[in-house]
């Protein structure tokens, strides 16, 4: 059973920077890639940020520029580090890797961390 947590969220103002962190554990063979997702209220949960393990990166378009996706690979931990934050980013940050956990490729989610960012 692999399982993720996500830390680091909270309020902010407009402007500031935030830094996401999220913590894999249990048994993980290989990891294909990893990201960052978010939901807004009454919107559908969006693509933030996506890593592969060959470093390749791709980014939201309201986000480039102002959000890097990094991962720490002792720590089994990947980050996601925002800046120039605005009030649309305010929702639920969350975390997914897709990988080998011996059974096939899979994907597990975190339970999320919110961002609210005040104007």
């Known amino acids: 059973q692999v399982q993720l947590v996500e830390s680091g969220g909270g309020l902010v103002q407009a402007g500031g920077s935030m830094r996401l962190s999220c913590v894999a554990s249990g048994r993980i063979l290989s990891i294909n890639n990893m990201g960052w997702y978010r939901q807004a209220p009454g919107k559908q949960r969006e693509l933030v940020a996506v890593?592969?393990?060959?470093?390749?990166?791709n980014y939201a378009d309201s986000v480039k520029g102002r959000f890097t996706i990094s991962r720490d690979n002792a720590k089994m931990t990947v980050y996601l580090q925002m800046n120039s934050l605005t009030p649309e980013d305010t929702a639920v940050y969350y975390c997914r890797l897709g990988g080998d956990w011996g059974q096939g490729i899979q994907v597990t989610w975190g339970p999320g961390t919110q961002v609210t960012v005040s104007s």
């Open positions: 890593m592969t393990m060959g470093d390749s990166r």
